[in-house]
């Protein structure tokens, strides 16, 4: 399976750290140069922040082109793909992860989520599948806030979110919640960010900073409207998992993780 792993061309640490990584767990990968947020004009800016509710940040606006770039290239090469943002640890066991996936993914929906982040997951109670070990196993996203630091993705899925992100969207939440799209979490989790590991120092996960160059819809109700169609796409979801699902953080085993 091919990987590729968005990174910006002048984050020459990440960068290093990503080759040594690579070369350490014997895998083959291409960058996809990420666009840079300071590339982004403030007239780009705020066009996007009218098709999303709240503040717009450049970083996002970057992060969400970043996608739809690497989104391009799988449909390109025509098969599956793992995308990793630069900050992504990866497991030991990645490889018996893939093999896994390429094994068993047999419907265009689903994408695979194999990253850990503290936010809980609202999660199937029986996986989709299991290798014939035992040591892998995938189930059924209902709700997924955040994170596009790993995963999978085949083509014709990459194909439909091209059509569909025409216009901005906060990228790691509009996908997740995609109502033809089967999420499913691989477990035990496969990819961790940097600053998801527990001797990170200690600050709220999902808190933004301040940032001046923050954008948002012109006006309330258009706010409103925008914020009313992601919380029903969210109702659709909470009724999908209803009486087959918990609310829980995805399994991890933080021995098999290295940092050096």
């Not at 004009?41 to 066009?47: I, P, T």
């Not at 996986?127 to 035992?134: H, K, L, M, V």
């Not at 790691?172 to 600053?195: C, F, K, N, T």
Request: aromatic share 8%; with cysteine; proline share 6%.
């Amino acid at each position: 399976m091919k990987i590729r792993i968005i990174s910006r061309i002048s984050a020459e640490g990440r960068r290093s750290f990503q080759v040594a990584q690579m070369q350490r767990l014997g895998l083959q990968y291409d960058f996809v140069d990420a666009v840079e947020a300071s590339e982004l004009s403030d007239a780009h800016c705020r066009q996007a922040a009218q098709t999303w509710p709240g503040p717009t940040l450049p970083q996002d606006i970057a992060c969400f082109h970043s996608h739809r770039k690497s989104w391009e290239q799988v449909v390109a090469d025509g098969a599956p793909c793992l995308i990793l943002e630069d900050d992504a640890v990866l497991a030991d066991t990645i490889s018996v992860a893939l093999a896994a996936i390429e094994e068993k993914h047999h419907d265009w929906r689903h994408v695979y989520d194999l990253e850990f982040t503290p936010e809980p997951h609202i999660i199937a109670n029986k996986p989709t599948w299991s290798d014939e070990q035992g040591s892998v196993s995938a189930s059924r996203i209902f709700r997924n806030r955040v994170g596009l630091a790993g995963y999978v993705i085949g083509p014709e899925a990459a194909s439909r979110l091209l059509s569909e992100t025409r216009r901005y969207r906060l990228i790691d939440s509009y996908l997740w919640q995609r109502h033809w799209l089967h999420g499913q979490m691989i477990e035990p989790a496969q990819v961790v960010q940097m600053r998801f590991f527990p001797d990170a120092p200690q600050e709220p996960a999902f808190v933004r900073g301040h940032e001046p160059r923050a954008f948002k819809p012109k006006t309330g109700l258009r706010n409103f409207r925008l914020q009313m169609g992601i919380e029903l796409a969210r109702g659709r979801s909470l009724l999908m998992a209803a009486g087959r699902s918990r609310r829980r953080q995805p399994r991890i085993d933080w021995a098999r993780f290295a940092r050096r």
